[in-house]
């Protein structure tokens, strides 16, 4: 069955950097868009980034542009999630996902989301 596993989640100080893996497996996703989303207590899910698989468009929350950068391997059908200069707000649990071809919603797979802990 298709799956996502992220991992490398953790706690870090402020100003610290993690990096994020999401391991698929289960189906190719060749034409799909990959995102990352974070949902931090008592919030609702929120889009992180986003990257096309087959040709690397990338797009990012404005909360996160210039400090943090989803890329991919193909070859590894691994996406990755490098986060730098965190913060404590960026403390969420980190979903990985995917979009198929044509579909209007996120997501039509998540992964099992990895925890992230900013301290101050």
């Known amino acids: 069955q298709v799956q996502l596993v992220e991992s490398g989640g953790g706690l870090v100080q402020a100003g610290g950097s993690l990096r994020l893996s999401c391991a698929t497996s289960?189906?190719?996703?060749?034409?799909?868009?990959m995102g990352w989303f974070r949902q931090a207590p008592g919030k609702e899910r929120a889009f992180v980034a986003s990257i096309y698989w087959s040709g690397g468009g990338t797009g990012y929350a404005d909360s996160v542009k210039g400090r943090f950068t989803i890329s991919r391997d193909i070859a590894k059908k691994t996406v990755y999630l490098q986060m730098n200069s965190l913060k404590p707000e960026d403390t969420a649990i980190y979903y990985c996902?995917?979009?198929?071809?044509?579909?209007?919603?996120?997501?039509?797979?998540w992964g099992q989301g990895t925890q992230v802990t900013v301290s101050s």
């Open positions: 996902a995917a979009r198929a071809p044509g579909s209007t919603r996120w997501a039509d797979y």
């Open positions: 289960g189906r190719t996703f060749s034409g799909y868009t």
